[in-house]
């Protein structure tokens, strides 16, 4: 892709997989920074992000016009995205939550090292050149496999048959999936009702009325 | 007297859109003229925050305010909306509210 910057057009490539995990940490900091009001520190991440992904030095942007640098960014932004719609990173709200203790700046890629080195054997430098793509894809394809083996193995324990006393038996019960495994949730079908199960008779419509106090008198009389 | 108006750089334009933020109008009209959408931001600092008008206008001209008082009100005007219209404030706006800021 190609950027313009102060009168200066400059030649991008699309950054690989090490590249692309830090820069989307810096856009998560960029916007943790503007919810907080912190002005320097969106612009220092700004300008590190614009310098990370373009490979061009900060100065460049330090020097020009405010909205070369937003085009930059956005054009930057947008190159850069994964070129398919990965369910991995379309649902992940429930993960997202209390960070865990063992928590640091960086874990994400190291974790997605140890998951990609420990399933295929790479090396750290053959992991970090991969296209975003492939590695987004791999990442997804082995959390896939744990989770079905995890299931398996869950369906092998008594944990997973707890006892319903309506039943009289254990019923089978499903080891909980992460959301982005789960799919979007069917919309309720509208059924439409038979007549002749409908109520007979004037039917009272109480639409916005305030069931308490006088209001209940009302309709009872 | 001739004027100096700059085009600020990202982090200059941060700044300042943090300063002028409060007094933009909620949802500007696009078919709105930009003499009706300055009018409303002055309005709103001149009954909100009067340093708010002193702030944009030395951030626009990178003059100090010393400088400034060499320039009579009209030319300051002047200077303010030129300023705002050079540094494309309605793009600001919207980038700035892309990026999170509130």
């Known amino acids: ?221 | 007297m001739g004027r100096t108006l700059t085009k600020l750089n990202i982090r200059e334009a941060i700044r300042l859109y943090v300063t002028i933020r409060p007094h933009l109008p909620d949802e500007p009209k696009p078919e709105s003229f930009i003499l009706d959408y300055v009018k409303v931001v002055i309005s709103s600092m001149k009954h909100k925050d009067p340093y708010a008008y002193l702030d944009t206008v030395l951030t626009l001209t990178g003059l100090t305010e010393e400088e400034l008082r060499e320039y009579s009100s009209v030319e300051i005007l002047e200077m303010f909306i030129d300023g705002l219209v050079l540094n494309q404030i309605l793009s600001l706006d919207s980038f700035c509210k892309r990026l999170g800021i509130r």
Do not use: C
């Open chain 1, 1 to 221: 892709m190609e950027i313009s910057v102060n009168g200066q057009t400059f030649t991008v490539e699309r950054v690989r997989l090490r590249r692309w995990l830090q820069l989307e940490e810096t856009k998560s900091q960029i916007h943790k920074a503007a919810e907080r009001l912190e002005v320097d520190t969106i612009s220092d991440q700004l300008i590190s992000y614009l310098s990370a992904a373009s490979g061009i030095e900060p100065q460049v942007f330090e020097d020009a016009p405010w909205f070369d640098s937003a085009n930059a960014f956005s054009d930057l932004v947008m190159g850069n995205e994964p070129t398919i719609k990965f369910p991995l990173l379309e649902n992940q709200s429930d993960q997202r939550g209390k960070p865990v203790v063992w928590d640091y700046v960086g874990r994400l890629w190291f974790s997605w090292v140890n998951l990609i080195a420990t399933a295929y054997g790479w090396g750290i430098e053959q992991i970090e050149n991969l296209e975003v793509d492939t590695g987004i894809a791999l990442i997804q394809e082995i959390l896939v496999e744990h989770q079905l083996k995890r299931e398996w193995e869950w369906s092998l324990t008594e944990l997973a048959y707890p006892y319903d006393p309506g039943a009289k038996k254990g019923i089978f019960k499903p080891l909980t999936r992460p959301r982005w495994m789960r799919g979007k949730p069917e919309r309720i079908k509208k059924v439409r009702m038979p007549l002749s199960i409908l109520p007979v008779g004037i039917i009272e419509d109480l639409a916005g009325v305030g069931l308490h106090g006088q209001d209940i008198d009302k309709i009872k009389h």
